[in-house]
């Protein structure tokens, strides 16, 4: 839609519309109203439940693995040990006040962003969508953050402690703490938090005004003549709601202003173990007040530079550098101009783990259908005892390192996804830290797989090697094809296979994984189940018409976890090519 051309006609567009918005904001306020206390009890009360009645178990354990682990040396172990204990007092008072102000913010916010977005978007009735939109559904998603939790405390904190337990030193020699340095680093620490925090506070402080007036400014110049987020109609309702609430971000601007200031405070004495040298340590704290001011200046687009000094914190400068050198896909990043050969489109970071656990759907299926995936193997990751992480590691391990055959093949710049579309790069990547973590080292993985140039024998030896690795009986027992004839190239094989399970096993601690993989282990089994009732039948009965059976992925829209989802009508064209696929008569 074009934006009204002349001062008198944005104004008036302007005026038509503040009404409308207006009811709609009403709207969702007492949507919130009426949802948060209900939100907030449930938030509350679940992951209070979770954490206090886990408190005990996490508290013994985490001693238990420490002490236990080989990668520490007995002094880090003690220092380590006073850490935890202070860490695991405090615990749960954090967690509780984490689950109220999380509760009551999703319970609040929730309805309302989902009021403007029934009528910002193609939905036929916008009315109905506009009262029914952010009820129900902010209700399901409360409960699935308790799931999340749920996840995180039991899941992801087990497989972290028994990584830390089970692992030996790496090179043979546990890491250890020099004691020397120790009472000098906490003095630095005392110092930078005694300096940085009010002086970093004052500095904000000033700057809080400018942020406020410039924001508004800014905000009510593209209102008025429909420009930057107000040039879309879709964007409208959203932009003015953030007139409204831009002084809340400015205010956690200013709070997360005085949190920083904690963390580079301490980070003085983080700097005086690492250097060795306490006066080191106070000409960080020093600096770091130019490295606050700087950043601060760039943000609100102020002149550069400081106006407190920046003195020299390192004995040397060293550069990221690292035994290999970068791949191609990135050191050269995508160029604009083929960027533009097709469509940008941004992706989300919940899409690429359907995407992930859609390919771990189609593959398993294929598996169960060969025999290699068995009853037990399900059975076992259902029950979380897959000792061997045939399925809970090595399957999306194996669709990983298939997306990566895949990209290599195609020669893509990124990672080319399931759909052999969607394709992953530096551009329209997810923003979120989580995949700066992971998308480089599989991008490096690539590329080296680009190098081999491996051949159809080898792809399927690695494919197997990177599923069965972690039983190492059944890899032995197995028949996972001929591996290569030299020594190195199987070596080779073998780190590949270890550090895509390693960085699998990392990804499999994110909050929304447990959720997405016991889904997919349920319809894995009702494959496997079904499959073992058409032999039965047809062994028993011979042959015979058998009745179209209900699709897997039908089968997984109807799940509970999956309907929260957005973006169902990709599920449901997935849902009916399944269906044609299988709607035969075996005679």
């Given at each position: 839609m074009e934006p009204p051309r002349g001062f008198l006609a944005s104004l008036w567009n302007f005026i038509c519309f503040l009404p409308y918005f207006i009811g709609l904001l009403i709207l969702g306020v007492l949507k919130g109203v009426i949802l948060?206390?209900?939100?907030?009890?449930?938030?509350?009360?679940?992951?209070?439940?979770l954490i206090l009645g886990l408190?005990?178990?996490?508290?013994?354990?985490?001693?238990?693995?420490?002490?236990?682990?080989k990668q520490l040396g007995p002094a880090l172990k003690l220092v380590l040990s006073i850490c935890v204990l202070v860490i695991s007092l405090f615990w749960p008072f954090v967690g509780f006040a984490s689950s109220v102000v999380g509760g009551a913010a999703y319970g609040f916010l929730a309805p309302v962003f989902a009021t403007f977005q029934a009528v910002g978007g193609k939905k036929t009735n916008a009315f109905f969508h506009s009262i029914y939109d952010g009820t129900w559904d902010t209700v399901k998603g409360s409960l699935t953050i308790v799931r999340d939790v749920r996840d995180v405390l039991y899941h992801s904190y087990f497989s972290i402690m028994d990584d830390l337990r089970?692992?030996?030193?790496?090179?043979?020699?546990?890491?250890?703490?020099?004691?020397?340095?120790?009472?000098?680093?906490?003095?630095?620490?005392?110092?930078?938090?005694?300096?940085?925090?009010?002086?970093?506070?004052?500095v904000a402080a000033?700057?809080?005004?400018?942020?406020?007036?410039?924001?508004?400014?800014?905000?009510?110049h593209d209102c008025i003549g429909r420009e930057g987020p107000f040039l879309e109609t879709i964007c409208v309702p959203f932009a003015g709601l953030a007139i409204l609430l831009w002084p809340l971000a400015v205010v956690g601007a200013f709070i997360g202003s005085m949190l920083a200031s904690i963390l580079l405070g301490a980070y003085a004495g983080v700097v005086v173990y690492q250097e060795c040298s306490l006066w080191l340590g106070l000409c960080y704290?020093?600096?770091?007040?130019?490295?606050?001011?700087?950043?601060?200046?760039?943000?609100?687009?102020?002149?550069?530079g400081s106006c407190f000094p920046r003195p020299q914190y390192r004995k040397k400068t060293t550069s990221r550098t690292s035994s290999f050198s970068k791949p191609d896909s990135v050191r050269n990043p995508p160029s604009r101009a083929n960027s533009m050969n097709g469509p940008m489109v941004e992706l989300k970071p919940l899409e690429l783990l359907d995407g992930l656990f859609k390919a771990c759907q189609h593959h398993g299926e294929i598996m169960v259908s060969k025999g290699i995936i068995t009853q037990k193997d399900i059975e076992d990751a259902k029950s979380n005892k897959d000792g061997g992480q045939v399925i809970s590691i090595g399957l999306p391990a194996y669709c990983i390192l298939q997306t990566l055959i895949r990209s290599a093949k195609a020669n893509s710049t990124g990672l080319l996804l399931y759909d052999d579309v969607t394709e992953v790069t530096s551009v329209n990547r997810p923003r979120d830290a989580f995949y700066e973590w992971f998308l480089n080292p599989l991008l490096i993985i690539k590329d080296q797989i680009k190098a081999e140039?491996?051949?159809?024998?080898?792809?399927?030896?690695?494919?197997?090697?990177?599923?069965?690795?972690?039983?190492?009986?059944?890899?032995?027992?197995?028949?996972?094809?001929?591996?290569?004839?030299?020594?190195l190239r199987r070596a080779e094989f073998e780190a590949l296979a270890r550090r895509l399970r390693g960085i699998t096993k990392s990804i499999s601690r994110y909050p929304t994984w447990r959720r997405r993989f016991e889904s997919s282990i349920k319809i894995m089994m009702e494959e496997l189940a079904k499959k073992n009732g058409d032999s039965r039948t047809s062994e028993g009965s011979g042959p015979r018409n058998i009745p179209r059976?209900?699709?897997?992925?039908?089968?997984?829209?109807?799940?509970?976890?999956?309907?929260?989802?957005?973006?169902?009508?990709?599920?449901?064209?997935?849902?009916?090519?399944?269906?044609?696929?299988?709607?035969?008569?075996?005679?």
């Open positions: 948060c206390p209900l939100v907030l009890v449930i938030v509350t009360v679940g992951n209070s439940a408190w005990p178990v996490h508290f013994f354990y985490t001693f238990y693995c420490l002490w236990s682990t089970l692992q030996g030193p790496p090179g043979g020699k546990y890491y250890e703490i020099r004691l020397f340095y120790i009472p000098l680093a906490l003095i630095a620490v005392a110092l930078g938090l005694l300096v940085d925090i009010p002086t970093i506070i004052v000033c700057k809080f005004p400018y942020m406020l007036f410039k924001g508004w400014r800014r905000l009510f704290i020093v600096a770091s007040l130019s490295i606050y001011d700087e950043y601060s200046n760039d943000v609100l687009d102020m002149p550069e140039n491996l051949s159809e024998s080898d792809e399927e030896y690695l494919g197997k090697l990177v599923l069965l690795s972690g039983d190492p009986e059944r890899l032995r027992n197995s028949n996972i094809g001929s591996p290569p004839e030299s020594e059976s209900k699709s897997m992925f039908a089968r997984m829209l109807s799940d509970k976890s999956f309907r929260i989802r957005n973006g169902k009508s990709g599920y449901d064209q997935e849902a009916q090519l399944v269906d044609t696929d299988r709607d035969v008569e075996i005679q």
